[in-house]
C-alpha cells in the first residue's frame, strides 16, 4: 500500500509463490534464473531451478576436453542411479544415450577447438522418470538428426528408441538438448 519494495529470502516455496511479485532463484553463486512466479514454478527453463522447483535428483558434469574419462563419467552415473534406486536397464540407457550424443558432439563441433559441455541427468521419484540436459556452445548443431547414408549415425537409432521425447533448441549460439527416458 505504501509503494515500498520488499525482498525476502525464503525457503518456503509455497509462501514465495503466494506473495511474489518476482521470484529470483540463487544458485552458482549469484541469481541463476529469475522470473514471474508462474515462470519459475511452472515453466523453469534452466536445469538446476528445474531440479529445485521439481526436487528432482540431479548429477552435473562438464566436459572441457576431449580426453575426457567416459569410464569415470560411466562409473559417477551409476552411483548416482544406485543412489536413486533407477534400474540396471535405465542406466544402461544413459550411459548409451550419454556416450552415442556426446561422442557425436565432440567430433562435430569441437575438431579443433577446447570443448565447453555441460550435462546434467535429472531423476524424479514421482514420475520414475530420468532426462538427460545436454548444453553446448558451437555453431548450430541438432545431434539427433539422423543420415541414413552415415554409417556413424547408426547410434542414432537406438537414441530414438531409447528416449521417449526429445528437443534441441539454438539461441545465441548455445545448443540446448533435453532427452526424457
Not at 125 to 151: G, N, W
Given at each position: 500500500k505504501l509503494g515500498l519494495t520488499m525482498v525476502i529470502v525464503t525457503h518456503e516455496m509455497q509462501f514465495a509463490r503466494e506473495i511474489a511479485g518476482r521470484i529470483f532463484y540463487m544458485d552458482d553463486h549469484g541469481i541463476y534464473e529469475e522470473g514471474s512466479p508462474d515462470e519459475i514454478f511452472l515453466h523453469p527453463k534452466r536445469p538446476r531451478t528445474k531440479s529445485f522447483i521439481q526436487k528432482l535428483k540431479t548429477l552435473n558434469f562438464r566436459i572441457q576436453s576431449h580426453q575426457f574419462d567416459m569410464v569415470a563419467m560411466n562409473a559417477e552415473i551409476e552411483t548416482f542411479c544406485e543412489r536413486c534406486g533407477i534400474s540396471l536397464a535405465k542406466v544402461n540407457h544413459i550411459e548409451l544415450v550419454l556416450e552415442e550424443l556426446l561422442v557425436r558432439i565432440l567430433n562435430r563441433c569441437y575438431s579443433g577447438g577446447k570443448p565447453e559441455i555441460e550435462c546434467h541427468?535429472?531423476?524424479?521419484?514421482?514420475?520414475?522418470?530420468?532426462?538427460?540436459?545436454?548444453?553446448?556452445?558451437?555453431?548450430?548443431?541438432?545431434?539427433?538428426?539422423?543420415?541414413?547414408?552415415?554409417?556413424?549415425?547408426?547410434?542414432?537409432?537406438?537414441?530414438d528408441r531409447i528416449t521417449e521425447e526429445k528437443q534441441h533448441q539454438f539461441t545465441d549460439g548455445m545448443n540446448d538438448l533435453l532427452l526424457r527416458l
Open positions: 541427468i535429472g531423476f524424479s521419484d514421482e514420475r520414475d522418470a530420468v532426462s538427460i540436459h545436454l548444453t553446448f556452445r558451437a555453431h548450430k548443431f541438432d545431434p539427433l538428426v539422423y543420415d541414413p547414408e552415415d554409417l556413424e549415425d547408426l547410434g542414432l537409432l537406438l537414441v
